[in-house]
């Protein structure tokens, strides 16, 4: 049995594997952003404790940040690893027909939403987070403070916060691809369902890229948003495939 998963020939225990690193790693990285967004965060807005904020930041935020980002990056390239896999066996039999179906629209939904939280680690949330982290040891040192703090604490609250509401219709739809079936009406409009999706998704990464948290500020508020945007995508599936 073990053999399989070793067989160049055996494309299933490829799949296997990449599926058994892309759980890890996703808990990894979709834990610590729980833990910042529920923890952390919470802790920071309500101590007062100054020097014990500044040790946090100093301290304890580049751990953390070290295993979330690369917990992002190696979720990212095991799941294309495994999709690419997967629909590399699945093409040589069906085509690019096999897309429509409910394994595939359930899992690309899911990794749209993850494509675009891996890009917010790397390319929004860690370069901010950066700056937060050199100003509590330049400040601790006895240096000025960065003028350009604020306004990258606040970018990188953004897009954790947009990060976490997208993790939940993320999850939600990787499952749903094995274990919640789509049962597609007579005339399933893919490619209709494809435009609304992406113009939706899109329009909220438009936020945490410039906007605010506004309804996503509190913990209470993203985990609604969260649920409520997983809402949506059910209704669109239902009415659109």
């Known amino acids: 049995m073990f053999y399989s998963l070793f067989d160049p020939s055996n494309l299933n225990g ?3 594997l990449f599926r058994w690193l892309h759980v890890f790693f996703g808990i990894t990285w979709i834990g610590l952003l729980y833990y910042f967004n529920f923890v952390q965060g919470a802790f920071m807005a309500e101590t007062t404790e100054a020097v014990a904020k500044s040790q946090v930041t100093q301290k304890l935020l580049p751990r953390a940040m070290w295993w979330f980002r690369w917990g992002a990056l190696w979720t990212f390239l095991t799941g294309f690893s495994m999709l690419s896999t997967r629909a590399h066996m699945e093409m040589s039999v069906a085509g690019v027909g096999v897309f429509n179906n ?27 987070q950066k700056i937060v982290i050199a100003n509590a040891v330049n400040t601790a040192a006895g240096k000025p403070a960065d003028p350009k703090l604020a306004v990258s604490a606040a970018r990188a609250l ?27 009406n007579g005339t399933p409009n893919f490619c209709t369902y494809w435009v609304v999706a992406i113009i939706l998704i ?11 948290t506004g309804p996503i500020t509190t913990i209470k508020g993203v985990t609604t948003a969260g649920f409520v945007l997983t809402a949506v995508f059910v209704i669109l599936l239902t009415v659109l495939v």
Do not use: Q
């Open 14 to 16: 490829y799949n296997f």
């Open 102 to 128: 409910s394994f595939w629209v359930n899992i690309l939904t899911g990794a749209f939403f993850g494509t675009l939280m891996f890009l917010n680690v790397w390319l929004i949330i860690w370069p901010k």
């Open 158 to 184: 953004v897009a954790s916060r947009t990060n976490t509401m997208f993790s939940i219709p993320m999850m939600f739809f990787m499952l749903a691809a094995n274990h919640l079936g789509i049962k597609t």
């Open 202 to 212: 899109l329009g909220l990464e438009a936020n945490a890229i410039w906007g605010k």
